[in-house]
């Protein structure tokens, strides 16, 4: 089974609102990543984690909050964000290093800040 | 630093046709690379990828792509393209012995005529 699950679907918040986005796997890999991608972008990658600890954050404003309480999950913590953060949130997965961190995406989060 | 480009912005085809969808890497050594398909509104799905071995590999769908090292090459082709392969495809390198970052293309959006 690959499958990466994202909840919500969709969401809808305010500038001043607090939210949280969520993924699960449960293929046992060990390497969870966030993405965010604008309308005919490619995915731009936010953070990584590895074993459980944040291993890459590509400069995100604080106003993004990751966390991974398990191996299973990881959460997008969201508050104060703008408008210009409406984008998919794609959470992703992958095995270990010996076979190249291909990565399992989920169909992900649409987010509209209004 | 590993980069991609996937020189063709827009494809058009009708189905039934043959397809071949560029992309060239730089990267200072064997890399790791991957095609995904994205559906509109929908995750990443991993079509195929290529570590090391047999340069011609096997990926989901009826897809099949090519790593030329002399070429810096890694184009995916499909003999005969269906309507339900009208997608988004993105082009992807990873670093053998890297961090877990994948590097994407900015993507070749496929169109295909009845």
């Known amino acids: 089974d690959t499958e990466v699950t994202q909840t919500p679907k969709h969401l809808v918040m305010g500038m001043t609102n607090k939210k949280s986005l969520k993924c699960e796997q449960h293929m046992g890999h060990r390497a969870m990543y966030w993405y965010k991608q604008k309308a005919k972008k490619p995915p731009e990658l936010m953070f990584v984690?590895?074993?459980?600890?944040?291993?890459i954050n590509e400069s995100v404003p604080s106003r993004f909050s990751p966390e991974c309480p398990n191996s299973s999950l990881l959460n997008l913590h969201l508050h104060a964000l703008q408008p210009e953060d409406s984008a998919l949130y794609l959470c992703?997965?992958?095995?270990?290093?010996?076979?190249?961190?291909?990565?399992?995406f989920g169909p992900g989060t649409r987010l509209t800040v209004t | 630093a590993q980069s991609v480009t996937q020189p063709d912005i827009h494809i058009t085809v009708s189905e039934g046709a043959s397809l071949e969808l560029r992309c060239n890497y730089s990267y200072g050594a064997t890399p790791y690379l991957f095609w995904y398909v994205q559906s509109p509104g929908q995750g990443l799905q991993l079509l195929l990828k290529?570590?090391?071995?047999?340069?011609l590999v096997q990926g989901i769908k009826g897809f099949e792509a090519e790593f030329k090292r002399s070429q810096s090459s890694f184009n995916l082709r499909k003999p005969s393209v269906h309507w339900s392969d009208a997608a988004e495809y993105f082009c992807a390198v990873g670093a053998k012995g890297g961090s877990e970052k994948l590097v994407f293309g900015k993507g070749t959006k496929l169109t295909v005529n009845p």
């Open positions: 290529y570590f090391s071995g047999d340069t």
């Open positions: 984690y590895s074993y459980e600890k944040l291993s």
């Open positions: 992703a997965s992958s095995p270990t290093q010996s076979t190249g961190y291909e990565q399992y």
